[in-house]
């Protein structure tokens, strides 16, 4: 992969994660049975190919057995940063947001203003923006790893 990762081979784990995934899905509804045909073609395709990368995943509650809904991503790196850390709600007189690259290594930003997680260490450059967007006065806090997680309110990415 792009950060450094070599190809593993598929394990018994992972097929049993497909199979579980697929087992939990209504087979008499067309949504169901769409979803149990791809999540087929994924174990094949998963099997057949060794490359590494991130993957996502989303289910409708349509899909499921009992109406929830399912997302869920993973991160193939061997060196990214998966500390996890709150970012806390804050209020800007001016509402301007940098932009960063999204960089998944550690460190994976350095600076100010988003909790002391964050702070430089000594001999860490601060990351420099590449622009700034537009952004409301008031944020919630949310929870992060190697990608955001959960606001302060509730809700999931």
Known sequence: DSQG?????????????????????HN????GGMMLLYCMAL????????ATACTAI???GAASSDGSAFAGM????????????????RCRKHAQRPVFTFNL??????GFGRGNFFHPRHGQALSVPVGHIPEVACTFGYYEAGEPLMNDQGLGL
């Open 5 to 25: 990762g070599e190809d593993r081979p598929r394990t018994r784990i992972q097929w049993q994660l497909l199979a579980l995934m697929a087992s939990g899905l």
């Open 28 to 31: 008499d509804s067309p949504v």
């Open 43 to 50: 174990a094949s395709w998963y099997g057949l190919h060794t």
């Open 58 to 60: 989303a289910f409708d």
């Open 74 to 89: 993973n991160a193939d790196s061997s060196n990214a940063d998966f500390r996890l850390t709150y970012v806390p709600a």
């Open 105 to 110: 290594s550690y460190p994976r930003w350095v």
